[in-house]
Nanobody, 118 residues
């Protein structure tokens, strides 16, 4: 199973970034998809998840109203639009497939760095 994340980078506080995760049809179909992040010295934490057909989304309280997760079931991609970024959003962001609740996932991507400067 391969999950390829892209779109990370350096942005000033208040700015926006869009992360994208590409995978195969076999991986994408039937899986709840999501994003997690891990800041230096901290444990990995849940950010957002989206149901198989995209009709249901879940967000961490810290990103509600600023981040939006979406999926394209024809292109087998899942995106994370991040707006109003804060320095505390700085982390390595991981795409995940087979997300269970807000703590587990069956498959993980390699991660993409997001750095928000103040």
């Amino acid at each position: 199973v391969q999950l390829q994340a892209s779109g990370g980078g350096l942005v000033q506080a208040g700015g926006s970034l869009r992360l994208s995760c590409a995978t195969s049809r076999r991986t994408f179909s039937g899986f709840r998809m999501g994003w997690f992040r891990q800041a230096p010295g901290k444990e990995r934490e849940f950010v957002a998840a989206i149901s198989v057909r995209g009709g249901s989304t879940d967000y961490a309280d810290s990103v509600k109203g600023r981040f939006a997760i979406s999926r394209d079931n024809t292109k087998y991609t899942v995106d994370l639009q991040m707006n109003s970024l804060k320095p505390e959003d700085t982390a390595v962001y991981y795409c995940a497939a087979g997300v269970l609740g807000t703590t587990q996932a069956g498959y993980w991507g390699q991660g993409t760095q997001v750095t928000v400067s103040s």
